[in-house]
């Protein structure tokens, strides 16, 4: 059975992709094959199961056969319409995916850029937290500045 994954897009809306799992690729292509040594090629490859069709003969050619020729034919540029639009839409989602990704990447340079910044401020100014400070709580600092001999 083929897994489908749903990807979903703000204006593309769902579009499943269908993967082969690998017993299927095992079974459908030789051992010493590879998916990645496999190339496409513009024209699809027969299966080796089925047998090249005879013609048929021009006294045989009634009604019915040309109503299955013409029912196929329609089914065969549905079927390529079909996936011509489901190719449009995958290229369309990329190049959405590739621009968001680009978005990412600078939005990701910026905000590392702010964090050394905001770091450097932080480490180059370290009277601002003062330990004495911090345990002393709420007290004022004045307070803890008298020295004990004023009260005399």
Do not use: W
């Not at 496409?40 to 027969?46: A, F, I």
Request: net charge positive.
């Amino acid at each position: 059975m083929t897994p489908v994954i749903a990807i979903s897009g703000p204006s593309l809306g769902p579009s499943p992709i269908k993967r082969p799992n690998r017993e299927q690729q095992s079974a459908s292509s030789p051992p010493s094959c590879s998916s990645s040594s496999v190339t496409s090629s513009s024209s699809p490859q027969q299966s080796p199961h089925r047998k090249q069709a005879a013609p048929v003969p021009d006294d045989k050619k009634d009604e019915a056969y040309y109503e299955r020729r013409r029912k196929n034919n329609d089914a065969a540029k549905r079927s390529r319409d079909a996936r011509r639009q489901k190719e449009e839409a995958v290229a369309a989602r990329a190049a959405f995916l590739e621009q968001e990704n680009i978005q990412l990447r600078s939005q990701v340079v910026l905000l590392k850029n702010e964090t050394a910044k905001l770091q450097l401020m932080l480490f180059s100014k370290p009277k601002l937290l003062d330990p004495k400070m911090l345990s002393a709580g709420h007290s004022n600092s004045s307070e803890q500045q008298k020295p004990e001999s004023a009260d005399i």
